[in-house]
């Protein structure tokens, strides 16, 4: 018994060696190491934190253009109870329902020329002004007529972010999250209507289009941070503009440049 323990402590080292030379042919073979994983997993995530960015913008913008499709059926309730402070008949309430489809698509249209001659980001910057002008018109209303111009107003600017905010996003997006980046422009509608119908159920209607104000604003902020789609700079002969962004887009992980000359 003596004799074994110097053989058992012997054999520990060899043991050892044995161990690190397998992991190291291992390697050698061409298997990836649990560091180079791990430095890989931080690269893709700091490539698509951008993009996400990004995202998040086109995010907020078409949850706020959302909340005007739905803000008629938080405003006609209170305008026709019979204590309300601007008296609406069916007729009148048709005309502040529908006013805002009739809007949208004179600013579809208008989009289309704008976002090709100024840029697809700064068309959806400006989209925030009338959208914004709209609620704060609609909050301050002693009228019938104002609110009704504060809806066409939404409605424009509803039409205005809608072709921009998917090719905005179409172009920014690397071809394997391009698909689901695309489709937030109509999650967010669809959430932003349904936001507007929470704050309605417990909150006056002017006090709803001073909230309203919010989620544009903030996106506009979002978009002051970000770059311009390379595709639309390359079109417009900024290749140089296109290579930062596409750099900037992809967390500096591709040559820009000679992506952008191609």
């Known amino acids: ?64 253009a959302g909340m005007p499709i739905g803000y008629s059926a938080v405003l006609l309730p209170q305008l026709q109870v019979a204590n309300s402070t601007l008296p609406t008949d069916n007729e009148l309430g048709s005309w502040i329902a529908s006013v805002h489809s009739a809007a949208t698509p004179v600013g579809s249209f208008v989009s289309g020329l704008m976002m090709d001659k100024w840029g697809r980001r700064r068309v959806l910057q400006i989209c925030v002004l009338p959208l914004t002008l709209g609620w704060v018109m609609i909050a301050v ?5 104002v609110i009704l111009a504060g ?9 205005l972010s809608a072709a921009p905010g998917q090719v905005f996003l179409g172009e920014v997006a690397e071809p394997k999250m391009r698909g689901l ?3 937030i422009p109509y ?21 709803v289009a001073w909230l ?18 390379p595709v639309w700079l390359v079109r417009n002969d900024r290749v140089e503009e296109a290579s930062k962004a596409l750099n900037w887009l992809r967390g500096g992980k591709t040559g820009g440049k000679q992506c952008c000359s191609h």
């Open 1 to 64: 018994t003596e004799e074994a323990a110097p053989i058992l402590n012997g054999d520990a080292p060899v043991n050892k060696l044995k161990v690190v030379s397998s992991q190291n042919s291992l390697n050698n073979n061409g298997l990836v190491s649990t560091d180079d994983l791990q430095a890989g997993t931080r690269r893709k995530l700091h490539g698509l934190l951008p993009q996400m960015l990004v995202s998040g913008a086109a995010f907020l913008l078409a949850a706020g």
């Open 141 to 145: 209303a002693k009228s019938h007529g």
């Open 151 to 159: 809806r066409v107003m939404a409605g424009l600017a509803v039409g």
């Open 181 to 183: 980046l695309s489709s």
């Open 187 to 207: 999650v967010s509608y669809s959430l932003g209507i349904l936001l507007v119908y929470i704050l309605g159920a417990t909150l006056h209607w002017q006090t």
């Open 212 to 229: 309203a104000t919010i989620l544009p604003i903030m996106s506009l902020l979002s978009f002051i941070l970000l770059p311009e789609s």
